[in-house]
């Protein structure tokens, strides 16, 4: 178990920067962040559990929710928008 462990923490921390590098860029990319922010909870959120990092595990659930606001306003809101557009 130690080693999937390692692994999540790895995901974790590399998604992590990927997802800030494409919100720092503000190109065409930026709002994949959201998804790629959420698998880097995931992966924290596997670490704390398995680690036993309650405060951790907190903060990883409220970054999780935030990620998952900006998938809402990225991608569903527009989506919704443009959809609408189209049956006027």
Do not use: D, T
Not at 54 to 62: A, D, E, F, T
Not at 69 to 87: E, F, H, Q, T
Request: glycine share 6%.
């Amino acid at each position: 178990m130690e080693n999937f462990s390692h692994w999540m923490e790895a995901v974790g921390a590399v998604s992590g920067l990927l997802g800030a590098w494409l919100i720092a860029f503000k190109c065409r990319y930026s709002r994949w962040a959201f998804f790629i922010y959420l698998c880097s909870n995931s992966c924290w959120l596997a670490f704390a559990v398995l680690e036993h990092h309650v405060w951790m595990q907190m903060q990883m659930v409220g970054f999780a929710v935030s990620s998952m606001v900006g998938i809402w306003n990225y991608w569903i809101v527009p989506l919704g928008a443009s959809r609408a557009a189209k049956l006027e």
